[in-house]
């Protein structure tokens, strides 16, 4: 479980004023709202990235701000909007990486770290990969990897900041499949989404973030109503059920246009 009651800023500019949330263990949430509203401050937060000005972020619990580093990283994992660009090191040595928060100072990997890290990785569909260097591959190869690397934790909580982000459409499914189907397996997975279409997809729980506040919070059903939408994002919406899933999909209503296509 995680839960969240806290107030957050950066010198004299407030970025979360009073979020609060619990989160089931087992539970795809996902964190959406206009950029600035404060979606990855809030995971930074729950990272113990950021110091929150009052309040608490529980992990099963525990307040993490009485975690080390290490003891955060054994239990949370993050893929980052801006991923780790390699350096020259091959995908194997950067999925092994994931594996620091469980040794210790001067430890080196054993067979069960080398067993979790090529797990992770046909998990995620990158074995293949294990002998490049990270840095010669596309996006969606290079975000599968982190992801990879990230599960090499062994992590309770999963968090992603805008995974889909700079990706093609076929590589924004492939990567949400993925991580739908280690929420599945139980993974707990809070995701900072910019897709709206994506999030009603894919997540169980969505939290609407404004300015800082929580603008929204229950199923995508709930959240995405064309009148908040509208408030949140400042934009005309028409919001209909998918014909097969039954979940919201939004579209942006252009200058002239109408819900019954008129001009």
């Known amino acids: 479980m995680v839960v969240v009651d806290i107030a957050c800023r950066y010198e004299a500019i407030p970025a979360l004023d009073g979020v609060a949330l619990s989160i089931a263990p087992g539970e795809f949430a996902g964190i959406v ?3 600035g509203s404060g979606k990855t401050t809030l995971l930074r937060a729950i990272h113990a990235l950021v110091a929150p000005e ?4 529980l992990l099963g619990g525990t307040d993490i ?8 990283a054994s239990r949370v994992a993050a ?3 801006h991923g780790h660009n390699g350096f020259g090191f091959t995908v194997f040595d950067v999925v092994l990486m994931g594996r620091a928060p469980h040794l210790g100072p001067l430890a080196r990997e054993g067979d069960a770290d080398l067993a979790l890290a090529r797990e992770a990785m046909e998990h995620t569909r990158t074995w293949h990969l294990r002998h490049r ?3 010669e591959l596309s996006g969606g190869e290079r975000q599968r990897v982190l992801l990879a690397r990230a599960l090499a934790q062994a992590p309770e909580v999963l968090l992603l900041d805008e995974p889909t982000a700079h990706l093609d459409i076929r590589y924004q499914v492939e990567m949400m499949s993925l991580i739908g189907g280690l929420n599945a397996g139980g993974l707990t997975v809070i995701a900072a989404l910019h897709d709206l279409n994506l999030a009603s997809m894919f997540c169980a729980r969505l939290v609407l973030l404004d300015r800082g506040r929580v603008a929204g919070l229950g199923t995508p059903a709930d959240v995405l109503t064309p009148e908040r939408v509208r408030e949140v994002y400042g934009a005309d919406v028409e919001v209909r059920p998918h014909p097969v899933t039954g979940r919201p ?9 109408s819900t019954g296509g008129e001009k």
């Open 65 to 72: 701000a009485g975690l080390t580093a290490r003891q955060v």
């Open 33 to 35: 709202g206009p950029n």
């Open 79 to 81: 893929v980052p909007q």
């Open 249 to 257: 999909v939004v579209t942006v209503l252009g200058q002239g246009l």
């Open 133 to 135: 260097r990270v840095d």
């Open 54 to 57: 009052r309040g608490t972020v």
